[in-house]
């Protein structure tokens, strides 16, 4: 099964890194003394300034790769999320998953527990809405709630990911509440999803970020043990 569809984004000149489609905006370079709000808004232009060719090259490439890693871990309940702010488009991955019969889920924000997700089952009729932060999530329906131990891999965006796994996201800590015991439990298995270059060297952590064990980018896929 391969992917086909392409994705919309702004367009920006673009240059080709040694590690795969880069911005014209150095995330190697960046110093690891800046402040985590200072990373994210240089990575998050990084991704946005990608032009919409390289943007399609680099979701078709991530997608494959992340379809090949699912089908070799026998995936057959995976959680997602829907593209947002210059991020890898997931759209031709999802439909890629239904082609083959895999279940698909989105997260949405828990309803009264703050800081909480649910989760999903997602497929083409499924309704959807705007939350505060203006992303697009499934309305509640308790019936199509996912409990997270029956998972078997959450795709969780980033912003940004170093050379040890650590992950960045945009400070709600959303994931890290989610994703805190997967190790106890086995389940769901967490996986990075992200452009090249939103890869940095070292970033700043705290106690409650959740390192990823695999990170899929459109050059390649990275493994921490």
Avoid at 97 to 104: E, P, S, V
Avoid at 215 to 222: A, D, F, L, M
Wanted: hydrophobic content about 35%.
């Amino acid at each position: 099964m391969s992917i086909t569809s392409p994705v919309s984004n702004t367009s920006a000149p673009t240059v080709k890194g040694p590690h795969g489609t880069q911005s014209e905006i150095d995330t190697q370079s960046l110093s690891p003394t800046l402040s985590r709000a200072e990373l994210r808004k240089q990575i998050r232009l990084a991704r946005r300034s990608l032009s919409t060719e390289q943007q399609a090259e680099a979701s078709l490439a991530a997608g494959q790769r992340m379809l090949e890693k699912l089908s070799t871990l026998n995936a057959q309940h995976v959680a997602l999320y829907l593209t947002h702010d210059g991020e890898l488009a997931t759209v031709p991955l999802i439909e890629a998953l239904w082609q083959q019969g895999i279940h698909t889920y989105l997260p949405r924000l828990h309803p009264f527990n703050a800081g909480q997700l649910l989760f999903l089952h997602y497929h083409a009729d499924s309704p959807m809405q705007p939350n505060q932060f203006g992303i697009l999530e499934p309305k509640l329906d308790v019936r199509a709630v996912m409990p997270i131990e029956r998972l078997d891999v959450v795709i969780t965006p980033l912003v940004a990911f170093d050379i040890k796994g650590n992950r960045m996201g945009m400070g709600g800590g959303y994931y890290d509440r989610t994703l805190a015991n997967w190790h106890n439990k086995g389940k769901p298995l967490p996986m990075g999803y992200a452009h090249d270059c939103q890869q940095v060297t070292a970033l700043p952590c705290e106690h409650w970020d959740v390192p990823l064990p695999f990170i899929i980018t459109p050059s390649r896929e990275w493994r921490f043990d």
